[in-house]
């Protein structure tokens, strides 16, 4: 891409529907976001790049600000990526952001914070254009009584009870700082925000609010399954489509958001 192209590091913001995909990370057993954009940049820039996320979505996951680091070195400007790797991705995979940053960040291990968004369609009969993107309860949630519930998942807490096997934390301790429910509609948006999150926590806690809004547990389950750490105090795992990834930080980022 020409002589004067010099190595550097690019933090990458992605959104994708994750319907058609594996998730994130590679598999044996269909396309993932990952080789996608490892795909679209060894196009643009001629040689394989490898791409590191910041979370790990499963399959069916969506996301509208996946954070992920890439090594290049082409003769293309760092806020160019965009423009040149969407040209080379499918439809349902879009690069917002690219920016240059140090070479040692890292997109997983540096994330400061993140936002999750949950989506119920609450509504007797499925939406036909809503299918992908939320999960289909046909009986009317008790709201008031899934917030109640939610109170007790606000601060530092160890919330072992809340991760599904598989996965690889070195600690179950996590802090929740913000979680909001609202109804519009037919639809039940959940936001959650904390430092990070277990495998499968966000469905979990999702699946235990449904759960309660439907008086199949009571309002005083999070709370308990907390002490316990029992996963059996808990309700069902939500489905994947109705989960997205909303936002990933990072601490340079909130710098220079308070500094401008």
């Known amino acids: 891409m020409g002589n004067t192209a010099q190595p550097m590091r690019l933090l990458l913001t992605v959104s994708y529907d994750g319907t058609n995909y594996v998730g994130w990370q590679y598999q044996e057993n269909g396309p993932s976001i990952q080789q996608a954009l490892?795909?679209?940049?060894?196009?643009?820039?001629?040689?394989?790049?490898?791409?590191?996320?910041?979370?790990?979505?499963?399959?069916?996951?969506?996301?509208?600000?996946?954070?992920?680091?890439v090594d290049v070195c082409a003769s293309i400007p760092p806020e160019k990526y965009p423009f040149v790797l969407n040209r080379y991705l499918p439809e349902d995979i879009r690069v917002t952001e690219t920016r240059q940053v140090k070479d040692d960040f890292h997109a997983r291990f540096m994330a400061a914070g993140k936002l999750y968004t949950y989506r119920i369609h609450n509504a007797p009969h499925a939406s036909a254009i809503l299918r992908n993107c939320t999960a289909h309860v046909p009986v009317t949630l008790d709201v008031d009584a899934?917030?109640?519930?939610?109170?007790?998942?606000?601060?530092?807490?160890?919330?072992?009870?809340?991760?599904?096997?598989?996965?690889?934390?070195?600690?179950?301790?996590?802090?929740?700082?913000?979680?909001?429910?609202?109804?519009?509609?037919?639809?039940?948006?959940?936001r959650v925000h904390g430092n990070g999150f277990l495998y499968n926590m966000v469905r979990i806690i999702a699946?235990?609010?449904?759960?309660?809004?439907?008086?199949?547990?009571?309002?005083?389950?999070?709370?308990?399954?907390?002490?316990?750490?029992?996963?059996l105090?808990?309700?069902?795992?939500?489905?994947?489509?109705?989960?997205?990834?909303?936002?990933?930080?990072?601490?340079?980022?909130?710098?220079?958001?308070?500094?401008?």
Request: a negative charge; one cysteine or more.
């Open 38 to 69: 490892e795909e679209a940049l060894e196009k643009a820039v001629g040689r394989f790049c490898r791409v590191t996320g910041a979370s790990r979505t499963d399959a069916g996951v969506h996301a509208l600000g996946q954070r992920a680091h």
């Open 146 to 190: 899934m917030r109640a519930c939610a109170k007790a998942l606000i601060g530092t807490h160890d919330f072992a009870a809340f991760a599904a096997a598989g996965g690889q934390a070195k600690t179950t301790v996590r802090t929740i700082d913000f979680f909001d429910i609202a109804r519009d509609g037919e639809e039940i948006t959940l």
């Open 207 to 231: 699946g235990t609010l449904i759960d309660v809004g439907h008086g199949r547990l009571d309002v005083g389950c999070m709370a308990r399954a907390i002490e316990s750490k029992n996963r």
């Open 233 to 260: 105090d808990l309700g069902v795992t939500a489905p994947a489509r109705g989960l997205e990834l909303t936002r990933v930080e990072y601490d340079f980022e909130r710098e220079e958001a308070s500094r401008a």
